[in-house]
Structures are given as structure tokens and as C-alpha cells.
């Protein structure tokens, strides 16, 4: 084997891998240099370029100092919305979704096929099938431009994919576990909590990855139902971007963007195995 | 199989409803919410497009008014047109690019964690981000052309962006770099999964690595194939976010798409009918590529089922 790594088919391989992976970390790149360097050094030359001196303090300035519309708070409160947003919708659409997912696989009742069958429906229905009546409710809700309407939505469509997640996981435990703790008398909690959650981190890990990136990333629901302070970071980014169009500062704007995707990046860096699981488990739905 | 348990004696069936409510409630609230809301706003919505709805959804009946207004205008017909062009060139170079990419790091390579990572990363980040960070690197004041020009090629054009004609090429890239990781996951899946013997009763056979992969390996993999062509279909035609932070829709309405025209008709000319009419052939469009797939797909369970 050990010749092998030398032949020149092998070389090319390498070489051919490694540029395509190169040309893929390409804008990462760039926005991680452009956010370390001046709004006038991005000026006079373009956007692709080595810092000539390291402008730390863009970070500040996105993070707490510049202007989106009339408020000049950097994105941190945005940033905050998205996270009051984004924990709460992970953690209830997660929960709901393991229980309704254990009911649907072992518990079994009467037309449980059918309505997991409508609610992974939810993974096609496009969102603007969704906006005018959500619109409608959460005028007459009184929930319209908070963040709790936006918890409301993303745990409601979440369900779609935690109970699928969760339902094919489930389906690998076999009946004969729960039948048996039926007939000692456990019931529908004391199975879950004992048996069914002890099972569960593999595919917890899973879902709440997959949620919490779907949510926070999430922009059409974040700009159509909030607006100015109560928008989340990504409704935010388009809204900066439109408000500097006149005189750009492409340093702290890149220095914004990285704050924005950082959590999402984090948590991939973190736990990629896990993401990538939850995004071919939704592909063989 | 519901699993019937006798319910204790001296226990009335009224008292055991009672003691199983929150099962009950546990079980059933979050999905009917779920299943509920999908289906009744989906009808509300067809029936929103059939109503002469404007700011306010009123009741009333227009028949198809709102669907042939929306077909008719200049801007729906070119969303659909670069849907169409965006959808066949996305997908298609997507899936080469996750094949390409799937073979190449399937061929034992160090670092194989590593670079799958880096292929995968864009599906991490919001679409808004990719797509601010795509409009700097294709500005031809900012990004690639500015770059080249003042390394001396002063002549060198790279101006897609603000090109009426070539800007959906834009989405087509930043789509393709953003999604291609996507299809070389499963792509890499197939190939791992395709079944040793044959392989190994090829090779007894004499294949070269170049036959062996157009006549073995490659075929298996065309299940897959077609679940990433309609997976990527259904996120071409639900594409929104990565054009509002790319191009707007611009320049002009050049590259308008669906989702766009539905967001424009609701939300910036409080035409609800209209918008609502646009949605639900936004759903039919996407009907069209998930209903011949289901079918297949139930074809193909029957048909390992019977095996």
C-alpha cells in the first residue's frame, strides 16, 4: 500500500482535493480577514486582502457600538433575540418530539400512523403556505413582533422534524421491552422516563443540533413577524446591510457576519458528526 | 398494534380517563397542534387565494382571478423562468460536484475527516450570511474583479452580479458551493454501502478502477441519485433567504424566484389573495417533483417488500 501514496494518480487526487477544499474555505476566509481589517483598508483596495494592521476593535464596534436603522447598539441585542429565540423553540421542540415520537413507535394508539404521517408532512409544506394564517394568529394573539411568537412557530414546526428523528430512533427498540414493562404496570411517563429517555442522548444529541441551526438560521419568519428591536440576528444582517448601503463599512459589517454564524459554526465545529447525521436522516424520510 | 390492558377492577371507565388525562394530553396536544396547523393553514391559505383579499383577508369569491393575475404578470413569469434555469443548473451541477467530491474522498485519502468537514461547513451557516458574504466576493467594485484588477489586468471582467443576463449564475454558484457538501454525504454513503463481492467479482474480472465505477459502483448508486435531485429541487424552489441577502431579487427583477414574488405580493403590495395564490402554485410546482417521488418511492418498498 505503502508505494501506492506516491504514484502520481494519487498526487493528483491530493491535489485535486485539496483545491476544491481550498476554494471552499475561500469566503470564510476572506470574511475572517476583512473583519480584522479597517473600513478605509477595504476601501482603497478589495475586499480580498491580508490585514495591513489587525482592527480588533471592528468587533467591538459590531458587537456593540454601530447603527442598525436608528439604534445604535450593534448586533448584540439582536444577537440576544435570536438565542431567546432559538434555546427555548430547541429545547420545547425537542422534548415534545421525543414523547410525541415514543408515543407514535411504541406506545402505539389508535390512528397513530396517521397522524405521523400529516405531521412529517410539515417537511414539505413550504413556509409560505404557513405565513398569512401564522400572520392572522399571531395578530389576534396579541403575539405579533415578540419573541414568544416566534418561540410558538418554531416549536410548533419543529415538531415535524423532532417526531420523525425521534420516531425512527425509537423504532429500534423493540416492543417486547415496553409490553413487559406494561404488564408490570408502568405506565405511559414511568416507561418514557425510565426506559425511553436512559436510550435517548444518541438521538437528543441529534435533534437538538439539527433544531437549534434550523432556528437560529432561520430568516423569512424572523422578518416577516418582528421588526426593529425584536428581530433576530440574521433579519438584523439584511437590515444592516441596507442601512450602509450609502457608505459601507465592509471591516465591522464582516466583523457582524462572523458574530452572526459563529454559534452555528461552533456548535458544527463541535458536533459535526451529529449535524451531518441529522441531515441525511432527514433525506431518507 | 394497539396493545389492549384490562383496566383494573373497581375502576369505572369515566375514573380511567380521568387518571390517563395527561397521557392523554401529552400524547395528543403537540401533535394534533402540529398536524392541525398544517393542514387547516394550508386550507386557509387556498382559500385566501380564492378570495378578492387585499390588505385584510376578506371573505368573498373570485374564482381563479388571483392565479391568472399572478400568471399573467411580468414578474411571475420571470421567476418561474429563472426557476427553471436556477433549478436545472443548480441541481445539476450540485450533484456532479457532490459525485466528484464523494469519489475523490472515497479513494482512502488522509485527512478524509477534515475535508468532508470543510465540504459540509456552509450548511451550518445561515443562507443569510453565505449570501451577504458571496455579495462582497462577487461585487466587481469589492470582491474577485477588483482583486484581479489591481493586480494588473486592468481589462478583466467578472460583473455577473450586476449583469442582468448572468446574475441568477450568482445564485447558481453560492447555491452550488453552499449545498454540494450535502449531496457528497449521501453520495459517500452509497459508495461505502455498495456491496464488497461485487466489487471483488469485478476485480477478478480485470476492471480498471475507471470501468469499475461506470459499470459497478455508479449504477447502485442511482436510488440516491434520485433522493439529492428531489431533495435539492425541493430547496430550489422553496429558495428565498440566499437571493434576499444575495441579490434582491436584482438587478431589476432579474432574478426573481417564487418565493420573492409570494413575499412581495403579501408583505410589500398587501395583495393577500395574489400572494396567496403564488404560495399554493408555489406548493403545486412542488407537488409536481415530491408526488411522481413518493410514488416511486412506494414502488420501490413494494417491490423490496415482495422480493
Known amino acids: ?285 | 398494534m394497539t396493545i389492549a390492558i384490562p383496566t383494573r377492577p373497581g375502576r369505572s371507565a369515566v375514573s380511567d380517563v380521568v387518571r390517563r388525562l395527561p397521557e392523554y394530553l401529552t400524547i395528543w396536544v403537540p401533535l394534533l397542534l402540529s398536524a392541525a396547523h398544517l393542514i387547516a393553514f394550508s386550507l386557509w391559505t387556498i382559500w385566501i387565494s380564492f378570495t378578492p383579499s387585499t390588505l385584510v383577508p376578506v371573505s368573498g369569491w373570485v374564482g381563479l382571478r388571483n392565479y391568472s393575475s399572478v400568471a399573467a404578470s411580468r414578474n411571475w413569469q420571470i421567476a418561474l423562468d429563472n426557476l427553471l434555469l436556477f433549478g436545472i443548473a443548480f441541481v445539476l451541477l450540485s450533484l456532479a460536484t457532490g459525485l466528484i467530491l464523494a469519489i475523490l474522498l472515497d479513494q482512502r485519502i488522509r485527512g478524509e475527516n477534515l475535508l468532508r468537514s470543510i465540504f459540509l461547513y456552509p450548511l451550518a451557516v445561515s443562507f443569510v450570511v453565505t449570501g451577504t458574504v458571496w455579495s462582497w466576493l462577487l461585487n466587481p467594485g469589492l470582491g474577485v474583479q477588483k482583486l484581479v484588477r489591481d493586480l494588473g489586468w486592468t481589462s478583466f471582467r467578472f460583473d455577473w452580479l450586476i449583469d442582468r443576463d448572468m446574475a441568477i449564475w450568482t445564485i447558481v454558484i453560492a447555491a452550488i458551493w453552499q449545498s454540494s457538501g450535502f449531496a457528497m454525504a449521501l453520495f459517500l454513503a452509497g459508495l461505502r454501502s455498495v456491496d464488497a463481492d461485487l466489487i471483488k467479482a469485478a476485480q477478478i474480472d480485470g476492471a480498471g478502477p475507471i470501468r469499475m465505477y461506470r459499470r459497478v459502483i455508479l449504477p447502485t448508486l442511482w436510488p440516491i441519485t434520485i433522493t439529492v435531485i428531489v431533495i435539492q429541487l425541493q430547496f430550489a424552489i422553496s429558495t428565498f433567504d440566499l437571493v434576499r441577502a444575495l441579490t434582491n431579487g436584482g438587478p431589476g427583477i432579474a432574478t426573481q424566484l417564487p418565493a420573492l414574488v409570494v413575499y412581495d405580493l403579501m408583505f410589500q403590495r398587501s395583495l393577500l389573495g395574489r400572494g396567496a395564490a403564488a404560495a399554493v402554485l408555489m406548493l403545486l410546482i412542488l407537488l409536481a417533483v415530491l408526488l411522481p417521488y413518493a410514488g416511486w418511492r412506494y414502488v420501490q418498498r413494494r417491490r423490496a417488500i415482495h422480493a
Open chain 1, 1 to 285: 500500500m505503502r508505494e501506492k501514496n506516491f504514484a502520481p494518480s494519487r498526487i493528483l487526487i491530493y491535489l485535486v482535493v485539496s483545491l476544491i477544499a481550498a476554494a471552499w474555505l475561500a469566503p470564510l476566509v476572506v470574511v475572517v480577514l476583512n473583519s480584522l481589517r479597517t473600513n478605509e483598508e477595504i476601501a482603497q483596495a478589495s475586499m480580498i486582502g491580508w490585514p495591513k494592521q489587525w482592527a480588533w476593535s471592528n468587533y467591538a464596534a459590531a458587537w456593540s457600538g454601530f447603527c442598525v436603522a436608528e439604534t445604535c447598539a450593534g448586533i448584540r441585542p439582536y444577537m440576544l433575540n435570536s438565542a431567546l429565540v432559538t434555546i427555548p423553540a430547541t429545547i420545547f421542540s425537542t422534548l415534545l418530539g421525543a414523547v410525541a415520537g415514543y408515543a407514535v413507535s411504541l406506545w402505539r394508539f389508535r390512528g397513530d400512523s396517521w397522524i405521523y404521517g400529516i405531521v412529517t408532512l410539515g417537511l414539505f409544506l413550504p413556509q409560505q403556505m404557513r405565513l398569512l394564517p401564522w400572520t392572522i394568529v399571531l395578530r389576534d394573539t396579541g403575539l405579533m413582533n415578540t419573541l414568544t411568537g416566534l418561540v410558538v412557530i418554531h416549536t410548533i414546526q419543529g415538531l415535524s422534524f423532532t417526531v420523525l428523528f425521534c420516531r425512527n430512533y425509537y423504532t429500534a427498540i423493540p416492543q417486547d421491552l415496553i409490553r413487559a414493562a406494561r404488564i408490570d404496570g408502568a405506565g405511559f411517563f414511568r416507561i418514557f422516563w425510565r426506559i425511553i429517555l436512559p436510550l435517548s442522548p444518541p438521538i437528543l444529541v441529534v435533534t437538538v443540533i439539527w433544531q437549534f441551526t434550523h432556528i437560529w438560521n432561520e430568516f423569512l419568519y424572523g422578518v416577516t413577524f418582528t421588526t426593529g428591536q425584536q428581530q433576530p440576528v440574521t433579519a438584523a444582517l439584511i437590515a444592516l446591510s441596507a442601512a450602509v448601503a450609502d457608505i459601507p463599512q465592509h471591516g465591522v459589517q464582516s466583523a457582524a457576519v462572523m458574530i452572526a454564524a459563529l454559534p452555528t459554526l461552533l456548535i458544527y465545529l463541535i458536533g459535526g458528526k451529529y449535524f451531518v447525521r441529522g441531515l441525511t436522516a432527514g433525506a431518507v424520510k
